[in-house]
């Protein structure tokens, strides 16, 4: 990848300067569990469906998209049910982009956004391209946040923009609705809750939508790249109060989600049942991997996700480099000590198992 020179370097905005891009390795390993996606290849009738749907619009190309996806957000409104209606969600190039236009719009120079550590580490990068001042917010010591010490840290900090993340990327784990609730009393502005694994959540955890009818200010993002592996169709969506999609449009750009993707992600929500049967899968193997992982000693983070987060391996870099060694690829967040693994096939889990032993077994 190019770098940026000293030269331009000095053009950049300030708070921009010595940053990274967002971004995962990508290397060419037998087994990849490092990027949550979902391993299982979209169902041949469905890509038959989807590539119709496609073809069907290609005749039209020379003509703009419906510049508001109402039929698609129609859609996905009748998918996350809870009485949504179309003028309830919005849609972008992904779930990353919805939250950038949030922070467009509600965000932005003198203003402040609080997410709190360890989270998705794309939300910092989104504050500081929309101008956003970024807060970082502190955990518990099991990575937890609670009703009180949360609020308690929005009062103070007074943010425009709430980041709140269930299940919570890296560490995997739901939000108790109450610490929403908290944060929805506390907070001045908008309130986040990014969603993006909520399929994978255990049997009783509740989302964040069943409180959108009492919150004007609140925002939960989903995104169609985990559960429905629809990830190289780069679909995310938001639902909230129609004032707060209406106020996003302000800042979408024109005819921002093409006719191919519209007509691909509408393919693919009609046959959700289908698509959505690999969660099952999924939830088995990362199941699989928080009882194996904890019968070898080490420390495990409750999951709800489609990844594990665990630790106690003293120094992770050396662990993820000796696995990748051995063909498989999973993520060093930055967590000192700590690596998440992302829920793949039985055969992916296997070989991630054989290979940590490996590791663990030249450690002792």
């Not at 030269?7 to 990508?26: K, N, T």
């Not at 996806?69 to 009485?83: E, S």
């Not at 989302?207 to 995310?236: D, I, N, Q």
């Amino acid at each position: 990848m190019t770098t940026i020179d000293r030269e331009i370097d000095q053009l950049v905005r300030e708070e921009l300067r010595g940053r990274s891009p967002y971004g995962a390795p990508q290397l060419a390993v037998p087994v990849r569990l490092n990027t949550n996606e979902n391993p299982y290849p979209v169902p041949a009738p469905v890509v038959a469906q989807v590539a119709e749907a496609v073809a069907a619009e290609l005749a039209g190309l020379n003509r703009y998209p419906d510049r508001d996806a109402v039929a698609l957000r129609t859609d996905l409104a009748d998918y996350l049910g809870h009485g949504l209606t179309a003028d309830q969600v919005w849609a972008a190039n992904g779930s990353n982009e919805v939250q950038q236009q949030l922070l467009q719009v509600f965000g932005g120079p003198g203003r402040t956004a609080l997410g709190f550590t360890p989270s998705y580490s794309m939300h910092p990068l989104l504050a500081a391209g929309t101008g956003t001042t970024w807060v970082d917010g502190q955990r518990g010591e099991q990575f937890d946040l609670t009703a009180e010490a949360t609020a308690a840290q929005v009062r103070e900090h007074q943010p425009a923009v709430v980041f709140l993340c269930s299940p919570n990327n890296p560490t995997g784990t739901a939000l108790p609705l109450p610490v929403v609730s908290a944060v929805l009393a506390a907070a001045p502005g908008i309130v986040v809750v990014d969603e993006a694994y909520a399929e994978f959540a255990r049997p009783g955890t509740a989302s964040a939508l069943t409180l959108l009818p009492e919150h004007r200010r609140l925002v939960v993002t989903r995104t169609m790249s985990k559960a429905f592996g629809f990830a190289g169709g780069r679909l995310g969506y938001l639902a909230a109060d129609p004032a707060v999609v209406a106020a996003v449009q302000l800042v979408r750009l024109p005819y921002h989600l093409s006719a191919l993707t519209q007509a691909a992600a509408r393919a693919v929500l009609a046959h959700a049942p289908a698509l959505l049967a690999s969660v099952t899968a999924l939830k088995e193997q990362r199941d699989r991997l928080v009882t194996e992982l904890r019968a070898r000693g080490l420390a495990v983070a409750d999951s709800d996700a489609n990844f594990v987060l665990f630790g106690g391996l003293g120094e992770q870099q050396p662990v993820w480099r000796a696995l990748v060694d051995r063909g498989v690829l999973v993520r060093d967040v930055g967590i000192a000590g700590w690596l998440r693994v992302s829920a793949g096939t039985p055969a992916e889990t296997d070989a991630f198992l054989t290979a940590l032993d490996d590791v663990l077994k030249e450690q002792r």
